[in-house]
């Protein structure tokens, strides 16, 4: 079964770092992507732009709107995804704690719907 690890964390987290310490994260993302793909549970993934390149669209009685940024205000957010091949939800999970993402902020983990 498929699942969609959604990445949540604080983006000004990110801008605090020094850059020894972004670049030690982008390291330990990049051995993740590495041990994930060599076990074969990686299906994709990708870092995401930050939030301020997002446009959210909406359409109300047939007219279109968008908005600048996300859609909510929130103190996490997504910045990024995996998905991942796993034999269970407790295989799934156990793959997502070792997402270094899980230590700056959250993983949600979520089945894929097969249709």
Avoid at 40 to 57: K, W
Avoid at 63 to 72: I, L, N
């Amino acid at each position: 079964m498929q699942y969609l690890c959604l990445i949540y964390e604080d983006e000004k987290e990110w801008q605090r770092m020094s850059k020894s310490e972004t670049e030690k994260v982008i390291g330990e993302f990049q051995a993740y992507t590495q041990s994930v793909r060599k076990s074969g549970h990686y299906v994709g993934g990708n870092a995401l732009q930050p939030t301020h390149t997002a446009t959210t669209v909406r359409v109300r009685q047939g007219k279109v709107s968008t908005t600048d940024g996300p859609f909510a205000e929130t103190k996490e957010q997504l910045g990024g995804y995996y998905l991942l091949q796993a034999r269970d939800l407790n295989e799934a999970i156990q793959l997502a704690s070792r997402i270094p993402g899980a230590r700056l902020g959250s993983v949600e983990v979520r089945p894929i719907m097969e249709v």
